[in-house]
């Protein structure tokens, strides 16, 4: 098993307030939320950043995005959010598994 913490959510060796998941992706909350609604989705598979992302994960970066507004509007965010992905060292990312943050406030 690799070091990578989200691959550890992903194989239920740490806990997670998840909230949506298929055969290739997760969606769970942030442990350190920075607003009232802060959740991440994930690929399942090891990706570490958009750096690294190929022509294959077309469809992949898709859902990702599609299921983000889904559970954005599901969860309340009917006014809007931000979507954010940090993306390398010089794009702040901390945890080295492409991940899509949806943050927002209900109503
Ligand atoms: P970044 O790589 O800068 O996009 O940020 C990584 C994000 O992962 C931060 O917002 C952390 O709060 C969050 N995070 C780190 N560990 C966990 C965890 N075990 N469960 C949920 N979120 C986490
Ligand atoms: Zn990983």
Redesign the pocket.
Known sequence: MSEC?FCK?IAKL?P?KIIFEDDEILA?????P?AEV?F?IIPKTHIESMLLLQNNHQQLMGKIILKANELAISLGLKSGYKV?I?TGVNG?????HL?V?VLGYKG
């Open positions: 913490i959510i740490i997670a769970f909350y942030d442990v350190n920075k802060h991440m954010q940090n702040g990312q901390e945890v080295f991940h943050h």
